[in-house]
């Protein structure tokens, strides 16, 4: 296989559940999980005679994501029905967007490994709403070879958007900076819980490949990608395959491919027929959108700052490094952060604490550390250690304890101050020096790493406690004196 | 048989309210003209007797109390199947939903209920409202009470049959096309359809969602606008809804058309019409004159284009809408290997030929490389003929024509040619695709039928349409002319269902 | 116009409607009657004229994101089904995938 030659040609369709909270076109309420077909109204369910009322809210969240995106908002926009008849679309029709999408042509700025930026064209970001699950009763769980299948309507009608971006993507690095981009801005507008894991949003990878320069190749669309590392091992499979069947003399068909996560492979799930004709017409139950100028800039003046923004001020006015910058975002740090710097407390400082015990601990416990501290405790913690009156160790224990709720820093601090008494410090280190004997002969004989040995026995001797500066110095007072 | 029957709503109401007769008598005195005359009217599909009795007792309890009571209070009403009765039996008409019971009921039912109206029970109509005779019910015929052979119109033509033969004062249908006005038309009662987007759709089930409007039936233009009043109004859970403020339909009924200017389409009196319906519309059009409106002559000239761009938009719409009868919720179910195999069973199972018909031809109108030469400009056509009536507007407050080019037919008359079925509704289509409030009133009769047997003719509607949210200037002429007119409208001839 | 029977059958895929052959081979002249007098609007210049989907114009209708009723109870939600198993609707087996 000689990739080199060859050039991918990559475009994204994200699906992006909505955290409304009712569906795109009922009252029912919208949230995940649930008792089979307990989250339904008789609109979910199509009943005969039922009709859809367009969410207000879910109209605004896509107008925030197509502003987020720089989209140019359509004046008038209608919904479609799109005509295919599948189960667990209860009206065998998704109200859908087709010619004139709420919000148009947009971009997205991605940051890829090597520090460079690229722009991804958006071609448009649409609502529709969701359908239900089915599940498949048999030997093989999947569709194939099922017995038969059990349908719920619980997601049926949820509030979706379809952001669609030019074929603009080149690489599985590329693709996986577009999506973890997106999802960061969907994260920051507040729209979506944006999972990949649990479905809330989800990725379809348009694919071909082409030698530069001559018209792109036919394309397959790959699905069932359930995390940012799937979509780019599935393209890079994808990529590979379409060039092997090429080059072995075979031609791409335009189908939609299957992800096995498992298998690390994709496989034919559906050709693409001549049947494929939606029979997309206005759909006659809803009226046109046409969102005011004022409606739009209100909604614009309520924006939050959105990641690439965030990232900027955090490496630029902080002076942060691209990679602690990152960290915090990525940690949902970058709030706690601006909390300190406003309490006054250190940028760089409170970025080390927060990038290492902080991220740590919310790894750990599954909390962000917004619910367990306050910028101003974490400025008081800085405080603390800048005029010596915590240690490291001693720090580090009183954040724990403060990420505990047991109390604020300045409370904490008297258990774990530091030992900064020379009378005090002077009297360990004498009989330190009695029982390590041998190492302080080392030191005395010129290997200075031995006195490592010695500063532990003293930080042991104080429960960590002591000032281990003046630790230092006590002993070479008395090693080298 | 009580002569109770034969008061008009007004009448029945007024004597309520006196404490000559209770709501339940009345209530009775229907359900029992029901049960002596249905087995050749063939109007009703389900009887509710039992909850109209309990209902009816409930609106006397109250009346005895001296409660505030509904504008409909004791009132009789006949609700078409088309519209969800929560708990009742809702089959549009078709195998499909033989025995579907919604759980919830149309805004038009509750608001008929909020009105204290009695609902008797549901109507026999054409399948999913697709035909103009009734004849493609799955169930059964529906007989004109003039002349039990004959068609009492469609697809509200249990409602249209169950006025015209006293069964109930007032009646519910659905107009798509002329579903309200062609039936009342050939049974000689008042059947109004209101602006697009004035009673709910909710609940109603879809045919062309665009087009569909629900309206009364009665046999008094105050009846049938009563009837009107009460269902119509703002839904917020219809987005096509009309929000400005509702104007009464019955006050000032009576003030009469002196200086109002009528405008005669000339396309509603065409080549198609009978003699006999050309005849009475023309006396009735005199009569106006004579009642002091100004006479003017309007033109639609793309009202010729109205039957066929409906014959694209309609069957569109109503191919998605129909998607959902599939099996797999509720409904029908006929067997099959695959989820997919039986949903298509179900379907040619479940529909009959004429729903079937329009399926194939709205689903051949929208798939690709044919939508823009027909359901696109069908819709254009549709900007047209607003743009026509717009124009009628400006020379005249009302317009008038016939309702449809003929009196009822025979049953099986034209089952064989669709084509000759839909040009029933060649008049009453362009109204409807413009959204206009229209309405049939009885002028006259078919004297002139060329089988002339010595009755004296069959019914003869002539249709007002009247500008967008202008139902009353179309009800103030209609109740003008029907005072003037004074028609026995009592069914009779050789074949006639006998009078109460 | 003509409509060859494959042209009735595809169509009728798309509709999901298993016909018969005699429905079939009925439908095509029906169709093809229906079609050319509805083709008829095609004798209207109209390139310049905008297309109405409603006769009343509405816009911007829009829904409170409030939860105003309750779902439907488990029992009505299966009321009506064909077929149900623990409150979910059965169907037989499933080819291909949703769009
Ligand atoms: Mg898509
Ligand atoms: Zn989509």
Known sequence: MSTTEWEAVIGLEVHVELNTRTKMFSDCPNSFGGDPNTRVTEVDLGLPGTLPVVNGR??????????????????????????????????????????????????????????????????????????????????????????????????????????????????????????????????????????????????DANVSVHRPGTPYGTRAEIKNMNSVRSLGRAIEYEIARQVDLIESGGTVVQETRHWDEDAGTTSTLRRKETLDDYRYFPDPDLVQIAPSQEWIEEIRASLPELPATTRARLTGDLGLSQKDASTLYDAGLVPLLDATVGEGGDAAEAAKWLTNEVAAWQNETGTPAVQALSG?????????????????????????????????????????????????????????????????????????????????????????????????????????? | MSELVTRTAAQLAAAMQAGEVSAVEVAQAHLDRIDATDDRTGAWLAMMGEDALQAAADVDARRARGDALGPLAGIPVAVKDIMCTRGTTTTAGSRMLEHFVPPYDATVVTRLRDADGIILGKTNMDEFAMGSSTENSAFKNTRNPWDLDRIPGGSSGGSAAAVAAYQAPISIGTDTGGSIRQPASVTGTVGIKPTYGRASRYGMIAFASSLDQAGTFGRTVHDAAAGLEAICGHDPRDSTSIPDPMTSYTEGLDRGVEGLRVGVVKEFMGEGSEP????????????????????????????????????????SEASANLSRYDGVRYGLRVEGETTHEMMANTRAKGFGPEVKRRIMIGTYALSAGYFDAYYGQAQKVRTLII???????????????????????????????????????????????????????????????????????????????????????MLRTAAALEADLDLDLTPRGHNALETP | MALTDDDVRHVARLA????????????????????????????????????????????????DDDVVGSPMAPGDVVANAPDEQDVQFRVPKLMGDSA
């Open chain 1, 58 to 203: 879910a109209v605004e969240y896509a107008i925030r994501l197509g502003l987020a995106l720089d989209c140019e908002i359509s004046p008038t926009s209608e919904f479609h029905r799109k005509n295919y008849f599948y189960p667990d679309m209860p009206k065998n029709y998704q109200i859908s967007q087709y010619d004139v999408p709420i919000c148009g042509l947009g971009h997205l700025d991605i940051v890829l490994g090597d520090g460079t930026t690229k722009r991804v064209g958006i071609t448009r970001v649409h609502m529709e709403e969701d359908a239900g699950k089915s599940t498949h009763v048999g030997e093989s769980g999947r569709v194939h070879g099922a017995d038969y299948s059990l349908l719920d309507y619980n997601r049926a009608g949820v509030p979706l958007l379809e952001c669609v971006s030019e074929p603009d993507i080149r690489t599985a690095e590329e693709a996986q900076a577009y999506l973890t981009e997106l999802r960061a801005i969907v994260l920051a507008l507040g729209i979506s819980d944006a999972k990949l894991e649990e479905g809330s949003m989800r990725c």
């Open chain 3, 16 to 63: 999901q409607l298993a016909l018969t052959e005699e429905e079939i081979s009925d439908l095509g002249p029906q169709l093809v009657t229906i079609l050319a007098y509805a083709e008829k609007v095609g004798e209207v210049a109209a390139a310049d004229v905008p297309p109405t989907s409603h006769a009343y114009p509405l816009s911007n209708v829009f829904r």
């Open chain 2, 276 to 315: 006999g319906v050309k005849a009475a519309i023309s006396h009735s059009i005199e009569r106006l004159a004579a009642l002091g409106a100004e006479i003017v002559e309007v033109e639609l000239p793309h009202a010729d284009y109205g039957l066929p761009a409906y014959y694209l938009i309609a069957p």
């Open chain 1, 376 to 481: 101003a405790h974490l400025a008081q913690l800085l405080s603390l250690v800048a005029d010596g009156t915590l240690g490291k160790g001693g720090a580090r224990t009183v954040l724990a304890d403060v990420l505990a709720g047991k109390g604020s820093p300045a409370e904490l601090a008297g258990d774990h101050a530091q030992v900064s008494d020379t009378d005090e410090l002077a009297a360990i280190v004498d009989q330190v020096l009695v029982e390590q004997a041998d190492a302080a002969q080392k030191v005395r004989d010129g290997n200075d790493k031995a006195i490592g040995a010695l500063v532990g026995a003293v930080m042991r001797a104080t429960k960590g406690k002591a000032n281990p500066g003046l630790v230092n110095q006590l002993l070479a007072e008395r090693l080298h004196g």
């Open chain 2, 387 to 473: 743009r026509d009536f717009q124009a009628a507007f400006d020379r005249a407050d009302v317009l008038v024509g016939a309702t449809c080019p003929t009196v009822a037919f025979p049953l099986g008359d034209k089952t064989a040619d669709p084509l000759a079925m839909y040009l029933n509704d060649v008049y009453a289509v362009p109204a409807s695709l413009a959204g206009l409030p229209a309405m049939s009133l009885p002028v006259g009769f078919d004297e002139v039928s060329p089988q002339d047997d010595g009755r004296r003719g069959l019914p003869v509607g002539l249709q007002l349409v009247g500008p967008l949210l202008g139902e009353h200037v």
